[in-house]
């Protein structure tokens, strides 16, 4: 079993940039596939990026693509999300998931995913 807890949030004005970090409890990190995903109020979850066990393979929501960039630490135990040029509708609260894999996929649904950190708010004003 793995916790995850997100920083990095706060308010920004639009094209500023923040970091958010995941970090994750136990030795095994390295073992699972991560993500990052994020709800505005009154909206579904989306899917905003995915790296891989090994951070080789990742994938992004076209909303969020050549924007925001996911990454790795294996040996820190922390994925990050680095965010560039934001925008008033990236405004949400993003959260980290993992999943526990054997291989080098990546996964972009909410239900690949068994746990879930609580969520960093994150506020653009335009």
């Known amino acids: 079993q793995v916790q995850l807890v997100e920083s990095g949030g706060g308010l920004v004005q639009a094209g500023g940039s923040l970091r958010l970090s995941c970090a994750a409890s136990?030795?095994?990190?390295?073992?699972?596939?991560m993500g990052w995903f994020r709800q505005a109020p009154g909206k579904q979850r989306e899917f905003v990026a995915a790296?891989?066990?090994?951070?080789?393979?990742?994938y992004y929501a076209d909303s969020v693509k050549a924007r925001f960039t996911i990454s790795r630490d294996n040996a820190k135990n922390t994925m990050y999300l680095q965010m560039n040029s934001l925008k008033p509708e990236d405004t949400a609260v993003y959260h980290c998931?993992?999943?526990?894999?054997?291989?080098?996929?990546?996964?972009?649904?909410?239900?690949?995913?068994?746990?879930w950190g609580q969520g960093t708010q994150v506020t653009v004003s335009s």
């Open positions: 790296i891989s066990r090994s951070g080789v393979a990742t």
């Open positions: 136990g030795r095994t990190f390295s073992t699972y596939a």
């Open positions: 998931a993992a999943r526990r894999v054997t291989g080098g996929s990546y996964y972009i649904q909410t239900y690949d995913y068994d746990y």
